[in-house]
């Protein structure tokens, strides 16, 4: 051996005879005085050069190529710095007494599978220098992605791009609905998302990405804690901050969350129904399809009848309460919503076409809703309180399509589909009266055959059929003109077939009402009504079982002088006297007093219930009068009219919420006539 070099099986046989002591650490620990094999005492101050390559016999099997320059006093000293981590014991061949220490440096390495210079911090090693495929940084919440790190841009993806915990923040990606966000991104999570269901219309919504697949989004949202309108419930975009609290909270709040997205506009295909009562679900509903809903939302009448095995109604109080303004009314359903009788603007939803068995929300005039299914007295909470909530949920990327048959571009409401796209021969539009006829639908050109072409409910209108504006014009042109129907078209009006009394004078039959139904009253005399009913005598009508309710419309007709005439059981009773046409207060379709002590001494008040009972929406009080019709306090929609401003003289028409009419004057009882119940009728006569 030259240099002080050891072979390895020299190195071996010194160990073996006891040479050298253990140490920790890596280090040499002699604590002799550099005892040499050579057995003699060195004093010589010789310069060492160590090249010899030390071959650790500790139990790591390090192998240490370091080279060491040893300054030999006696004493060797080790300057020598290893990466190694082992524990054992360095034995030195030269037989020189180190008291050097290796210390090891490490750092911590994270791997990175997407080369985006962020680790998984999920997977990591300890070692002096990176191995290949580590680095120094963590962070990274998708190694598999190089384009998802802590320093990414968010993208409009539906997922955290930049790993903070937050998806597509600060942007607006233009989600049309959580199913669009459910379908970008399979695992996105539920909460909180901003959609756009129409361009401009940004919402943050609660979305349920996990019920049957998830991507459902909460459209509406109502609570019990304040009374608020539900009269355009889903039509339009209306506090839609409440959407961004979930209806279980929402439940048991005591803020007013009331808020919807408009579901005619926005896409979707599938509805559920949901109710919360005090911080807990209680009930959802079975999906429900688009496509078989009868009405849009925002109309009066039945959303459901028998469709889906439910029973939906709702509006305005006009129609859950009161019958009218309904759309398109089911064979077999009730004139109101499923005869409530006192529901409220709002909604009643079953699977009975008895009221008061599901759920029902009303809104500030009724006043209640219930948080559980069929639960009526356990969840009713009136408002304001705590307690109680439902909510709508949809999802689905689709629209309604109508089948259009006629090519004219307009469907027909009652036949549809639900889809992405539009089927061959289904339009977007649902408003053609006559879908087999192309020259018929909103906006075409009325000609004068007696049909309706565009659709408005009124034949011939805006159209010159050069016919005659009125009876009494009609006797002019012939003044042998007999007594009975005659065809007449009111100025810019509908050409109708109208009872005429020539005997009389040339008056035109331009409103009648009999008692054979319930049917609404509250704007009387405003807009073409039922026409088809002034065909039929009011004397006629009163004898009759078959509801005979229609008017010209007053506002428009010319007319001079007005009559008001009374009939029970086939015969005339009573004749007003003539009303100038110029003392009536205001116009038809108003809630308030025609007449106020006129010149014949007559009292006319009518219009809604709201006004008639309750005093509200009175237009231009009298001096002097009450605040609703006369103190009549029951009358319902329609007119009490008579020369006494006391309720209950003279004659009396009342809508169904009140029921009945007189056939007589003054004659309370004896001309009284519960609908329906042949026996009484009224009529107006103009020229």
Same mark, same amino acid.
């Given at each position: 051996?030259?240099?002080?070099?050891c072979?390895?099986?020299?190195?071996?046989?010194?160990?073996? %005879?006891?040479?050298?002591?253990?140490?920790?650490?890596?280090?040499?620990?002699?604590?002799?005085?550099?005892?040499? %094999?050579?057995?003699?005492?060195?004093?010589? !101050?010789?310069?060492?050069?160590?090249?010899? &390559?030390?071959?650790?016999?500790? !139990?790591?099997?390090?192998?240490?190529?370091?080279?060491?320059t040893?300054?030999?006093?006696?004493?060797?000293?080790?300057?020598?710095?290893?990466?190694?981590?082992?524990?054992?014991?360095?034995?030195?061949?030269?037989?020189?007494?180190? !008291?050097?220490?290796?210390?090891?440096? $490490?750092?911590t390495?994270?791997?990175?599978?997407?080369?985006?210079?962020?680790?998984?911090?999920?997977?990591?090693?300890?070692?002096?220098?990176?191995p290949?495929?580590?680095?120094? &940084?963590?962070?990274?919440?998708d190694?598999?992605?190089?384009?998802?790190?802590?320093?990414?841009?968010?993208?409009?993806?539906?997922?955290?791009?930049? #790993?903070?915990?937050?998806?597509?923040?600060?942007?607006?990606?233009?989600?049309?609905?959580? *199913?669009?966000?459910?379908?970008?991104?399979?695992?996105?999570?539920?909460?909180?998302?901003?959609?756009?269901?129409?361009?401009?219309?940004?919402?943050?919504?609660q979305?349920?990405?996990?019920?049957?697949?998830?991507?459902?989004?909460?459209?509406?949202?109502?609570?019990?804690?304040?009374?608020?309108?539900?009269?355009?419930?889903?039509?339009?975009?209306?506090?839609?901050?409440?959407?961004?609290?979930?209806?279980?909270?929402?439940?048991?709040?005591?803020?007013? $969350?009331?808020?919807?997205?408009? $579901?005619? *506009?926005m896409?979707?295909?599938?509805?559920?129904?949901?109710?919360? $009562?005090?911080?807990?679900?209680?009930?959802?509903?079975?999906?429900?399809?688009?496509a078989?809903?009868?009405?849009a939302?925002?109309?009066?009448?039945?959303?459901?009848?028998?469709?889906?095995?439910?029973?939906?109604?709702? /509006?305005?109080?006009?129609?859950?309460?009161?019958?009218?303004?309904?759309?398109?009314?089911?064979v077999?359903?009730?004139?109101?919503?499923?005869?409530?009788?006192?529901?409220?603007?709002?909604?009643?939803?079953?699977?009975?076409?008895?009221?008061?068995?599901?759920?029902?929300?009303?809104g500030?005039? /009724?006043?209640?809703?219930?948080?559980?299914?069929?639960?009526?007295?356990?969840?009713?909470?009136?408002?304001?309180?705590?307690?109680?909530?439902?909510?709508?949920?949809?999802?689905?990327?689709?629209?309604?399509?109508?089948?259009?048959?006629?090519?004219?571009?307009?469907?027909?409401?009652?036949?549809?589909?639900?889809?992405?796209?539009?089927?061959?021969?289904?339009?977007?539009?649902?408003?053609? #009266?006559?879908?087999?006829?192309?020259?018929?639908?909103? /906006?075409?050109?009325?000609?004068?055959?007696?049909?309706? *072409?565009?659709?408005?409910?009124? =034949?011939?209108?805006?159209?010159?059929?050069?016919?005659?504006?009125?009876?009494?014009?009609?006797?002019?042109?012939?003044?042998?003109?007999?007594?009975?129907?005659?065809?007449?078209?009111?100025?810019?009006?509908?050409?109708?077939?109208?009872?005429?009394?020539? !005997?009389?004078?040339?008056?035109?039959?331009?409103?009648?009402?009999?008692?054979?139904?319930?049917?609404?009253?509250?704007?009387?005399?405003?807009?073409?009504?039922?026409?088809?009913?002034?065909?039929?005598?009011?004397?006629?009508?009163?004898?009759?079982?078959?509801?005979?309710?229609g008017?010209?419309?007053?506002?428009?007709?010319?007319f001079?002088?007005?009559?008001?005439?009374?009939?029970?059981?086939?015969?005339? &009773?009573?004749?007003?006297?003539?009303?100038?046409?110029?003392?009536? =207060?205001i116009?038809?379709?108003?809630?308030?007093?025609?007449?106020?002590?006129?010149?014949?001494?007559?009292?006319?008040?009518?219009?809604?219930?709201?006004?008639?009972d309750?005093?509200?929406?009175?237009?231009?009080?009298?001096?002097?009068?009450?605040?609703? #019709?006369?103190?009549?306090?029951?009358?319902?929609?329609?007119?009490?009219?008579?020369?006494?401003?006391?309720a209950?003289?003279?004659?009396?028409?009342?809508?169904?919420?009140?029921?009945?009419?007189?056939?007589?004057?003054?004659d309370?009882?004896?001309?009284s006539?519960?609908?329906?119940?042949?026996?009484?009728?009224?009529?107006?006569?103009?020229?």
């Amino acid at each position: 051996m030259n240099d002080g070099l050891c072979s390895v099986g020299l190195l071996a046989a010194l160990f073996s %005879m006891g040479c050298f002591a253990s140490a920790s650490g890596g280090g040499d620990a002699d604590s002799d005085s550099d005892s040499d %094999m050579d057995s003699d005492a060195d004093t010589d !101050t010789d310069t060492d050069t160590d090249t010899d &390559t030390d071959t650790d016999t500790d !139990t790591d099997t390090d192998t240490d190529t370091d080279t060491d320059t040893d300054t030999d006093t006696g004493t060797d000293t080790d300057t020598a710095t290893v990466s190694d981590t082992d524990s054992g014991s360095d034995s030195d061949t030269d037989s020189d007494s180190d !008291t050097g220490t290796d210390t090891a440096v $490490l750092s911590t390495w994270y791997r990175d599978g997407d080369g985006d210079g962020h680790g998984d911090a999920g997977d990591w090693v300890e070692a002096a220098a990176a191995p290949d495929g580590y680095v120094a &940084t963590a962070g990274d919440c998708d190694d598999a992605d190089a384009d998802v790190h802590p320093a990414a841009d968010e993208r409009c993806n539906a997922d955290d791009d930049d #790993c903070d915990g937050e998806f597509d923040e600060a942007l607006s990606c233009g989600w049309e609905s959580c *199913q669009a966000i459910l379908d970008a991104n399979p695992e996105a999570p539920g909460g909180v998302w901003e959609i756009e269901p129409e361009a401009g219309q940004i919402v943050d919504v609660q979305c349920d990405m996990v019920t049957d697949g998830g991507g459902w989004t909460l459209a509406l949202v109502k609570n019990s804690a304040a009374s608020s309108s539900l009269v355009d419930f889903a039509a339009g975009y209306v506090g839609t901050d409440a959407l961004a609290t979930d209806p279980i909270d929402a439940s048991d709040s005591d803020e007013d $969350l009331t808020g919807w997205l408009d $579901l005619n *506009q926005m896409s979707w295909t599938t509805l559920r129904i949901s109710a919360y $009562l005090t911080g807990a679900e209680t009930w959802t509903s079975g999906d429900i399809d688009r496509a078989d809903l009868r009405i849009a939302f925002g109309e009066d009448g039945y959303y459901l009848y028998g469709e889906a095995g439910y029973t939906w109604c709702g /509006g305005t109080r006009t129609f859950t309460d009161d019958g009218a303004s309904q759309v398109n009314r089911p064979v077999g359903a009730p004139a109101d919503c499923k005869g409530h009788g006192g529901l409220g603007s709002g909604w009643d939803f079953s699977e009975s076409v008895v009221a008061n068995v599901g759920l029902t929300a009303c809104g500030h005039e /009724g006043g209640w809703m219930h948080g559980d299914w069929n639960d009526y007295d356990g969840s009713h909470r009136d408002y304001p309180a705590a307690g109680a909530a439902q909510a709508f949920w949809v999802r689905g990327i689709g629209q309604v399509f109508f089948r259009d048959a006629d090519g004219d571009s307009h469907g027909d409401p009652d036949d549809r589909a639900s889809a992405e796209v539009a089927p061959d021969g289904y339009v977007a539009t649902r408003t053609d #009266c006559d879908d087999a006829d192309a020259g018929v639908f909103p /906006g075409a050109l009325e000609v004068c055959d007696r049909v309706d *072409q565009d659709c408005d409910g009124l =034949r011939d209108d805006g159209a010159d059929c050069g016919l005659p504006s009125s009876c009494a014009a009609v006797l002019a042109d012939d003044a042998a003109a007999a007594d009975g129907v005659h065809t007449i078209q009111p100025a810019g009006g509908e050409v109708v077939d109208v009872v005429c009394d020539m !005997t009389g004078g040339g008056w035109t039959l331009a409103l009648v009402k009999n008692s054979a139904e319930a049917s609404s009253l509250v704007d009387f005399g405003a807009g073409y009504v039922g026409t088809a009913a002034l065909s039929t005598h009011p004397a006629d009508a009163s004898s009759s079982d078959v509801d005979a309710t229609g008017w010209l419309d007053l506002n428009e007709v010319g007319f001079a002088t007005l009559r008001i005439v009374a009939y029970l059981d086939g015969a005339e &009773t009573w004749v007003s006297a003539d009303i100038a046409a110029a003392d009536l =207060r205001i116009p038809f379709g108003e809630d308030g007093y025609y007449l106020w002590d006129d010149a014949n001494g007559y009292y006319w008040c009518g219009g809604e219930r709201s006004f008639t009972d309750d005093g509200l929406g009175q237009v231009n009080q009298p001096a002097g009068a009450p605040d609703d #019709c006369k103190l009549h306090g029951g009358l319902g929609s329609g007119w009490d009219f008579s020369d006494s401003e006391v309720a209950n003289s003279g004659l009396t028409a009342c809508g169904h919420e009140g029921g009945w009419m007189h056939g007589g004057w003054n004659d309370y009882w004896g001309s009284s006539r519960a609908y329906p119940s042949a026996g009484a009728s009224q009529a107006f006569w103009v020229r």
